[in-house]
């Protein structure tokens, strides 16, 4: 209404949020609110918000501002502790975020202090995933590029050290296979992610 969210069903949305995100997977709608983590499911829940929780011995990473979905998994980055990492659901469950399961995998959860490639060389302001193929992350003044699942080791690229992504969704894929983006820094840029610059 111009001044405050209204809840449906038991879960409110955070009035203070400058920034939310929406992501659809599985169905679903998940929502990332100024760290509050929602979903919304028409068919199980009713039409109603129900809170985005782990149903395993993990735990969602806290406070993070951005979220997408790439190969099966969800991402969320730019947490309140750490705003350099992103974390990624196990593949095919955004509600698995068990970083250390008992039977090690590739499709385990991915990312914090466990997993080197997680960090980022400076703060994330953006997730964009291009397609199953390449997921950009867009920081204050850098560009890094995972390419394949993101537990494969050696695929991350580092395109920029100068100018990143603006904060959010700034950034459109192109019916041509280019991506556009806002810079951190003003202007609008074009890539192509599949490419190595």
């Known amino acids: 209404n111009g001044t405050s969210w209204s809840g449906i069903g038991t879960v409110a949305r955070s009035s203070e949020s400058a920034f939310t995100q ?16 929602t979903t919304y ?10 809170p985005w929780e782990a149903d395993t011995a993990g735990e969602i990473p806290e406070g993070c501002r951005l979220a997408a979905f790439y190969r099966g998994r969800m991402v969320l980055g730019r947490s309140d502790k750490e705003p350099h990492t992103i974390f990624a659901s196990a593949v095919g469950d ?23 490639t997680a960090r980022n060389p400076d703060v994330v302001n953006a997730l964009a995933p291009f397609y199953d193929d390449v997921l950009l992350v867009g920081g204050d003044h850098s560009i890094t590029q995972y390419r394949g699942d993101l537990s494969e080791i050696g695929q991350v690229d580092y395109f920029t050290d100068v100018t990143g992504m603006a904060f959010g969704n700034s950034w459109a894929l192109s019916p041509e296979g280019l991506m556009y983006f806002f810079g951190s820094r003003g202007g609008v840029w074009v890539m192509s992610p599949r490419s190595d610059g």
């Open 94 to 116: 955004p509600y698995n975020w068990d970083f250390f399961p008992k039977t090690d995998s590739l499709t385990k959860a991915f990312g914090g202090a466990n997993q080197d």
């Open 41 to 50: 499911d028409p068919v199980k829940n009713s039409g109603t918000f129900e």
């Open 22 to 37: 929406a992501v659809a997977a599985y169905g679903q709608m998940f929502f990332v609110d100024n760290g509050l983590y």
